[in-house]
């Protein structure tokens, strides 16, 4: 087994899973402000501090995804924390994508950036100390308009270019093509799409030479859309992903990776429960685990406050819900 191999499957080992805090600076400042906290590159920082310099992360964690401005700050002990997470145990990877912007050919869907230059990139942070990397692309459900073959096409494309440099750099690729939640679409058209776009996806990575035993997929559940009436309960969310999964990705990735997409702490713990139970009943091939941002974070938030005296209640809090979150992954 190669050591890229090794290394994706610790990532995805149960009952350990990924935390998402690669939010970008715009990302970052609209989720403080939403629970009231004004922001400034000191604030991110602290922010960071109160989830990455937790105790007892380790218990829970196998990895984290970092921002770019996080992967060279500090924490309060003055350690670069790509250096204290890596001393603990848990693999510091970083966000390599330059974020996304319009399709020209469809305009109101969405295309990532940052091929440009990105070899040179990864061989600087494989050199700092990343031991893997993420790139998102977002797929946008619009009734039966949206997606569009040509976007699924595209960003399948760039996410198995990344995928390729990625490797060739030494660093595991984490591909994610979310599919977006938001919309009134319902939970059959977001099965739907999720199978296109995974077999789109794996088809261009099989063209392009991508070894999928060193890579993890990181993927959207099959939930119905934000705006659409339905609650989807977990068996139901379950099947459905299960299924999409099962038809369209092979068995020889390392393994799979859930993104919360703003389903609550409890939604996103329950589904998680039902689909890794199923897939167990079902002898999934590929181990599954969470890497999840709000999910994680929005509990924890909401105690802290931006403020140094709830510092230890929110990790509490955040703690908590790991717990919860690891044993869902456990499927039992
Ligand atoms: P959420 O779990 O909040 O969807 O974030 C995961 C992620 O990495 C989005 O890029």
Redesign the pocket.
Known sequence: MTDLVATARALVASPKGIL?A??SVPTATKRLASYGIATSKEMRRQYRELFLNAPRIDEYLSGV?LHEETFNQKGNDKRLFRESLAARGIAPGI?VDQGTEPFPESPEEFITNGLMGLSERLAALKSSGAIFT?W?AVIRIDGDILPTASAIHENAKRLANYAKEAQAAGLVPIL?P?VLREGKHSRQRAKAVLEDVLSTLFSVIEEHAVDRAGLIL?T?MALSGSDNRHTDIPREVAEDTVDALIKSVPSQIAGIA??????GPDA?TDNLAAITQLAHERQAPWPLTF???????DEALLMWQGKEENVPAAREAFLTRLAKVSTACGGR
Do not use: M
């Open positions: 998402a690669d939010e995804i966000k993420k998102r994610e979310e990181k959207s859930f993104l919360s997409g703003g389903q996103a890497s999840y941002a709000r999910a994680l974070q």
